[in-house]
Each structure stands twice: as C-alpha cells, then as structure tokens.
C-alpha cells in the first residue's frame, strides 16, 4: 500500500479508536521489537505454547514461529489471553518438508543468530548470548526438546543454569526466563532493536484494524472514495 495511503487510511480509523487505546498503541510502538523473536519447535501442548505466546507479546516482540512437523497448534484462549491478535505468527508445516531447516534457513536470510536451547549442551547462559545481531531463541518440544535439524542449524547454543536434581525447566518457564533476560539487555543496549518509521505506521494500520468494529466496511468505503477522487 502507499505510504500516504497507508497514513490516510490510518487516520481515518484512528477516528473511531479511544484516545486511551491510541495512547496504548503509541506505547507498544515505541517499546517493539523484531530485533529478538521466539521459534517453537513441535510442541505437543497447547497451553505451554499459548504461554509462552503471552509471554513474547507482553515483553514487546512482535514476531512468533511456530514448526509444526507432527502437530498443529491451536491457541489456548484462556492462557494466551488474545495475544495472538498483536503478534504476527508464521507456520511451518508443509506435509513432506523438513519445516524445522526451511523455518530457520529463512530466518538467517533475515539476519538472524539462530540460538537453541537445550540442557544437554554446553553453550552460553542468556545473560552472556551475544547481541550483536538480531537473535531467533528456538525452543523444542516438552519431551524430547529440540530436533538434531535445529541443533546442526545452530549458530548459538543456549542452556539456563540449574541447581538441583531435576533435569529441565517447564518449557513457558524457560522462554519466560531466557526471553527476559534478553529483552533486558538488547533494550539497554546499543543496538537498533526498535521498529522502523515504516514498520511502525504498518503495525499500527494493522493493530487498528483489529480494533475497529467492522473495519473492514470503513476501509472498502475510504477506498473507493479515494479511486473516485475528489468531487
């Protein structure tokens, strides 16, 4: 869409939306991010991956993978808590594809550090992970964590320190842990992890949308008296 358009459009939905809710809206703007962004890899449970979807909105992360090699995700909607509706996810699960290497190949050609956890490796604690880049946090499933695919792909590997006798952390605890622990650090660094100009008036064009009721007449009705022109 043109960018004039776009802000045209934009303005024309801010119209109807509270000033309260605009004023939540330029908020989340101002703290988003893609700089950081989490991958599910065939999770068996809906309520941990709703959990962790949560968790990732409420942090200010604005993307979400989810590989479905074996299983597709539905949203738990008492856990997720219509965060789904403020996050744009993408889903690998074509039928007869290694989802797991096309999702993280797609994610370095994006720029991205693809950074697996597991308990089972030697790597680095979320407090020490380099932030140079932009970093993709893949997580695997609750019984047998991540794939062999995801660990050959790996650019960094990822583990929490523990001291006891158990052998992992509940998968929303880790994600909880881990994508803090990042968010803190990529926030007080350096780094360009904010959106740009254009990302920005995209996403709020889009967080209006999901706002207003019946937008989408609004928007048919703007775009046709925008072909017609002026009177």
Request: glycine content about 4%.
């Amino acid at each position: 869409m043109d960018r004039n358009i776009r802000t045209e459009l934009s303005q024309v939905l801010g119209n109807v939306v509270s000033e309260n809710k605009k004023r939540l809206i330029e908020t989340a703007l101002e703290n988003r991010t893609r700089y950081l962004t989490v991958v599910l890899e065939n999770i068996q449970k809906p309520h941990n991956a709703s959990a962790v979807l949560r968790t990732v909105e409420c942090l200010g992360m604005q993307d979400f993978y989810f590989i479905e090699q074996h299983k597709e995700y539905e949203a738990n909607p008492g856990i997720v808590k219509g965060a789904i509706k403020w996050v744009d996810v993408y889903r690998y699960g074509e039928n007869e594809s290694n989802n797991t290497a096309v999702c993280l190949q797609a994610l370095k050609d994006k720029g991205y550090a693809i950074a697996v956890t597991s308990p089972h490796t030697e790597g680095y604690y979320p407090e020490q992970l380099p932030i140079d880049r932009p970093v993709a946090l893949v997580f695997g499933n609750e019984q047998e964590g991540v794939s062999s695919t995801a660990l050959e792909n790996a650019d960094y590997y990822v583990r929490i320190p523990m001291w006891g006798f158990t052998e992992s952390y509940n998968l929303s605890v880790s994600a909880a842990m881990c994508t803090y622990t990042l968010m803190q650090r990529i926030r007080l660094s350096e780094n360009k992890w904010q959106l740009s100009e254009e990302e920005t008036e995209e996403l709020r064009l889009q967080w209006y949308r999901t706002l207003v009721k019946r937008a989408n007449i609004i928007e048919s009705e703007f775009k046709r008296n925008h072909d017609q022109g002026p009177a």
